[in-house]
């Protein structure tokens, strides 16, 4: 910031709401939900940052200490485990949160993943107000009764004591509902009332390829969580297509997972182990996605259910022809292995 923008920065003192952490994407996108129709009477501005840059820590520094609301929002750092409602990250990617959480002004508030131990802690480094979300029963804002079926995600919100139901439409997994907390903690802190909170969310739509149901060709449905994949992720994604009902199939459509290390192969195989047991079919692409098949033939899925393909030309091709009327279709995979291009070849 050069000195004529701080200078106008300080003049009109906005609030400032800098959010961070892994989920930090999805987060923005429930924020900008709930916020939409304020964003034009008041003076707002938000921020979605990775602070992996070396000034941002000095510029959100001075945004946060100058603002009139001053809010930091933290998302989780840790990955987000499917049959868990507490986890941790590694507490040296926090290094530049807690910086930020240690200049926010008592007047601010500071709004923290509760069931990310490593995030939670960062509410001894801060004299700011604090608000906590998740799915356990002591943060602030806790999430229950998670619910999925074909046209969604819904769940129960319980806020001191007041329980809102809320209804995610064609969107599912731990990440959307922890995104729509933050937004739920934002909704709070700017007096909006909570279900005015749920009614706005009615219509929210998220980013695309993350697990968002959209239509695909000859009737089927596709769960498209193309965007990125962990091991985590996927496993999570896997419960929620087993959880789903549908009249057709259930496909996997799963790419490489990257990232892993060591425990690439043994990863891949209890991915495929959970496809045994939720999926009909499985098209696996990529050299380390032959694992998974792997898997999933060790827990007695058939070989002539599984296609294997090294190439995203060839897995489009096969899985076109294959798809049926009412077939439930989850699509997966690493950034890198470009599972979208999948998406836009069988999608409505």
């Not at 802190?189 to 005015?196: A, D, H, M, T």
């Not at 599984?306 to 009327?325: M, S, T």
Request: hydrophobic fraction near 40%; include cysteine.
């Amino acid at each position: 910031m050069n000195i004529f923008k701080k200078l106008v920065f300080l003049f009109k003192r906005p609030d400032v709401i800098v959010i961070t952490g892994k989920g930090r994407a999805c987060a923005a996108q429930a924020i900008l939900q709930v916020l939409k129709p304020y964003l034009e009477k008041e003076k707002i501005l938000i921020f979605e940052s990775d602070l992996s840059k070396p000034k941002d820590s000095e510029k959100f520094s001075f945004l946060l200490k100058k603002s009139q609301l001053p809010i930091l929002v933290v998302t989780h750092v840790g990955e987000i485990p499917a049959d868990k409602d507490f986890f941790a990250g590694e507490r040296e990617e926090t290094s530049q949160i807690r910086k930020l959480a240690e200049v926010l002004p008592a007047r601010g508030f500071l709004i923290l993943n509760f069931d990310d131990e490593t995030v939670r802690e960062i509410e001894n480094e801060s004299l700011a107000n604090s608000l906590t979300y998740g799915f356990q029963e002591r943060a602030d804002f806790q999430a229950t009764d998670v619910n999925v079926n074909l046209s969604g995600t819904n769940f129960k919100m319980n806020y001191q004591g007041n329980i809102v139901p809320f209804w995610l439409k064609n969107l599912f997994g731990k990440e959307q509902i922890y995104s729509v907390l933050t937004a739920i903690c934002l909704g709070v802190v700017k007096n909006i009332n909570l279900v005015e909170v749920s009614q706005t969310l009615g219509d929210y739509q998220s980013l695309p390829g993350k697990m968002r149901l959209i239509k695909g060709i000859k009737n089927s449905s596709i769960l498209d969580d193309s965007e990125s994949a962990t091991a985590f992720s996927m496993i999570e994604a896997l419960e929620i297509l087993g959880k789903i009902k549908t009249e057709g199939r259930k496909i996997a459509v799963l790419g490489d997972v990257l990232g892993i290390g060591k425990y690439t192969i043994e990863a891949h195989e209890t991915i495929g182990e959970r496809v045994a047991k939720v999926s009909d079919l499985l098209f696996t692409v990529g050299q380390r996605a032959k694992f998974i098949a792997q898997g999933a033939k060790n827990k007695g899925m058939p070989g002539q259910k599984i296609f294997q393909f090294d190439k995203i030309e060839q897995a489009k091709k096969v899985l076109q022809n294959e798809i049926k009327k009412d077939d439930l279709i989850l699509i997966d995979g690493s950034k890198e292995m470009k599972m979208a291009e999948i998406v836009e070849e069988i999608k409505a």
